[in-house]
């Protein structure tokens, strides 16, 4: 109830930043934002911009600069925000389902919660970027870069991973299955009591990395690196592997 009363706001506050688009007043600096994402947003400079709950479907976002903008719980579903800057965004429990987010730069966001099913995020810089039980199941992340992201607990099975940078990401607790790897580099990143049942894990780059109770059982690993990865008696491997032929050292 509380988020339709919020979207029936954001739509009368388009029709009254029409008017005041041009104009000066304390109401036109909150309304303004809005109805420049909603309807002028290709390019758009809205760095700090407050828009909570806004009801931006479909919104051509290309390329605008939104850098600091508040968008927490905003619907942005098959919304177009490629190359768009959101570096250090709040978009906490935000919408991005269907989304195409290819090469934006999302460094430092926070995408806590966040729902982005099947959401394009190829490429996309999302360096210190938290994610925190953000649900990314299907979606595309390949050759983007997650160095030291926080991904506790998220939802990525299924998820495109092919040559996503993921050195130093913390992925404990994150549901990874059936999600394709190859080419994963995730040096030094952490997938403690991470589920990796079924995973295309094949030459990824797991040296040094934490596998502490993972599950890894029926992953495919054909070429995958595990110098000095470390995992104990609780982590689960795919049937007939040999974690330490491979260079993985048992820690407890």
């Known amino acids: 109830m509380q988020r339709k009363t919020n979207r029936a706001i954001w739509l009368l506050a388009a029709i009254l930043a029409a008017a005041l688009?041009?104009?000066?007043?304390?109401?036109?600096?909150?309304?303004?934002?809005?109805?420049?994402?909603?309807y002028r947003g290709e390019r758009a400079s809205l760095p700090g911009a407050a828009l909570p709950d806004a009801p931006l479907q479909g919104a051509n976002l290309f390329g605008?600069?939104?850098?600091?903008?508040?968008?927490?719980?905003?619907?942005?579903?098959?919304?177009?925000?490629?190359?768009?800057?959101?570096?250090?965004?709040?978009?906490?429990?935000?919408?991005?389902e269907t989304a195409d987010l290819h090469g934006a730069d999302l460094q430092a966001a926070?995408?806590?919660?966040?729902?982005?099913?099947?959401?394009?995020?190829?490429?996309?810089?999302?360096?210190?970027?938290?994610?925190?039980?953000?649900?990314?199941?299907?979606?595309?992340?390949?050759?983007?870069?997650?160095?030291?992201?926080?991904?506790?607990?998220?939802?990525?099975?299924?998820?495109?991973?092919?040559?996503?940078?993921?050195?130093?990401?913390?992925?404990?607790?994150?549901?990874?299955?059936?999600?394709?790897?190859s080419g994963w580099n995730m040096q030094g990143g952490t997938v403690s009591t991470g589920d990796l049942q079924?995973?295309?894990?094949?030459?990824?780059?797991?040296?040094?990395?934490?596998?502490?109770?993972?599950?890894?059982?029926?992953?495919?690993?054909?070429?995958a690196q595990l110098a000095g990865a470390r995992y104990d008696s609780h982590t689960r491997w795919p049937a007939g592997f040999d974690p330490r032929r491979h260079g993985a050292r048992r820690v407890e």
Not at 21 to 38: F, N, S, T
């Open 21 to 38: 688009v041009a104009g000066a007043g304390p109401l036109a600096i909150y309304l303004r934002p809005y109805w420049i994402a909603k």
């Open 64 to 96: 605008a600069y939104l850098r600091e903008a508040n968008l927490s719980a905003a619907d942005l579903r098959g919304a177009r925000l490629a190359d768009t800057c959101l570096a250090r965004a709040r978009m906490t429990g935000a919408t991005i």
């Open 110 to 181: 926070d995408l806590t919660g966040a729902s982005g099913g099947s959401a394009m995020l190829w490429g996309a810089r999302m360096r210190g970027a938290i994610l925190r039980r953000a649900d990314l199941r299907g979606a595309d992340l390949r050759f983007a870069i997650l160095l030291r992201a926080d991904l506790r607990g998220a939802k990525l099975a299924q998820a495109k991973l092919g040559g996503t940078k993921l050195r130093a990401a913390d992925l404990r607790n994150a549901d990874l299955r059936g999600a394709r790897f």
């Open 198 to 223: 079924g995973a295309d894990l094949r030459n990824a780059d797991l040296r040094g990395a934490e596998l502490q109770g993972a599950d890894l059982r029926g992953a495919a690993m054909r070429g």
